[in-house]
């Protein structure tokens, strides 16, 4: 079953604008991923951050994670049409070997 | 540097035919390799994954089967296809790291 939830299912913004996703999980993990689809290809892995992390930073990229509440968001800061794909976060739980449960994803839409 | 290749891109078969899917890994040794499917607009879900030529793990109970005759190659199979297996299939790999690099996928469509 699917562990990761993100919500929401789809966004859409302006260039320039912020975009929010985030995601809740069930289980304990090890660190949680973020990976970004874009249409008909395969994943691209952005940002990880593990289990005794609360917050973590990649370029425009901003990853929180807050275990107590089971829960991570990713904050893409000033937008560009070029980061319009889907986003899926991804746990790895504990125990379970580097295998990866995935989210159903957002999809972001950012309008020129 | 590594890269992961997928072939055929798409297919399009037709119910009861069989499946032969094959990813290959490029420019590193014993990888974890993973299969995913995909369906429109939904998450991924893992099949199998393989820490080791012949060593094999399923994770949901279905018609596919996946086999790793070589370190770097990975193949998904089925002997008959059920409309349901239509989806886009995604192999992946890691190795030592934490995050799984994934290959550019496989669209397959049944009917």
């Known amino acids: 079953s699917q562990q990761g939830e993100e919500d929401p299912q789809a966004l859409s913004i302006q260039e320039g604008e912020n975009a929010t996703m985030n995601c809740s999980y069930k289980?304990?993990?090890?660190?949680l991923q973020w990976y970004r689809q874009n249409s008909g290809r395969g994943l691209v892995h952005l940002i990880l951050?593990?289990?005794?992390?609360r917050e973590k930073h990649s370029g425009r990229l901003r990853v929180t994670l807050d275990t107590s509440k089971k829960s991570s968001s990713l904050l893409i800061t000033a937008s560009r049409a070029a980061d319009t794909a889907s986003y899926f976060c991804a746990t790895e739980e504990r125990g379970s070997a580097r295998q990866l449960t995935f989210g159903s994803g957002t999809q972001l839409t950012v309008l020129p | 540097s590594q890269t992961i290749h997928q072939w055929p891109a798409t297919l399009v078969q037709p119910v009861g035919s069989p499946l032969s899917l094959e990813c290959t890994v490029e420019g590193t040794s014993n990888p974890n390799l993973y299969w995913y499917r995909q369906a429109a607009g939904r998450g991924l879900q893992l099949l199998f994954y393989s820490v080791g030529i012949g060593q094999i793990s399923s994770e949901v109970p279905q018609n596919l089967s996946a086999s790793r005759p070589q370190d770097r190659q990975f193949i998904l199979s089925s002997k008959k296809l059920l409309l349901s297996d239509s989806g886009f299939y995604l192999c992946?790999?890691?190795?030592?790291?934490?995050?799984?690099?994934f290959g550019p996928g496989t669209r397959l469509t049944v009917t």
């Open positions: 992946a790999w890691t190795h030592g790291g934490i995050e799984q690099y």
């Open positions: 951050i593990r289990s005794n992390e």
């Open positions: 289980t304990s993990i090890n660190n």
